[in-house]
Nanobody, 116 residues
Framework: QVQLVESGGGLVQPGGSLRLSCAASGYIFRIKDMGWYRQAPEKERELVAT???????NYADSVKARFTISRDNAKSTVYLQMMSLKPEDTAVYYCHSYHYNGMNYWGKGTLVTVSS
């Protein structure tokens, strides 16, 4: 079993910044891709950003140039640096990992609220 634990969420004013972290623990087979997804109230979960083991990144159009995903393979940790936050970024942010053995896992989520 693999556990993903997110941290770093909270309340921030529009235009502000936050950094999310997600650490994987447990029986960690080689992690292929890691990523962040989010779900706003009454909306479906959507992709925010993903990063491969070799560092190739992919972003949703809505966050390009504002968010940066990175990972530390030695620590099995993925980060999401969020800048110029907007009220529409308010959501529960979930960490996701996809492993070479075909398994994938989700964290429990961390709430990000962008409001003045």
């Amino acid at each position: 079993q693999v556990q993903l634990v997110e941290s770093g969420g909270g309340l921030v004013q529009p235009g502000g910044s936050l950094r999310l972290s997600c650490a994987a623990s447990g029986y960690i087979f080689r992690i292929k891709d890691m990523g962040w997804y989010r779900q706003a109230p009454e909306k479906e979960r959507e992709l925010v950003a993903t990063i491969t083991q070799t560092g190739t990144t992919n972003y949703a159009d809505s966050v390009k140039a504002r968010f940066t995903i990175s990972r530390d393979n030695a620590k099995s940790t993925v980060y999401l640096q969020m800048m110029s936050l907007k009220p529409e970024d308010t959501a529960v942010y979930y960490c996701h990992s996809y492993h070479y053995n075909g398994m994938n896992y989700w964290g429990k989520g961390t709430l990000v609220t962008v409001s003045s």
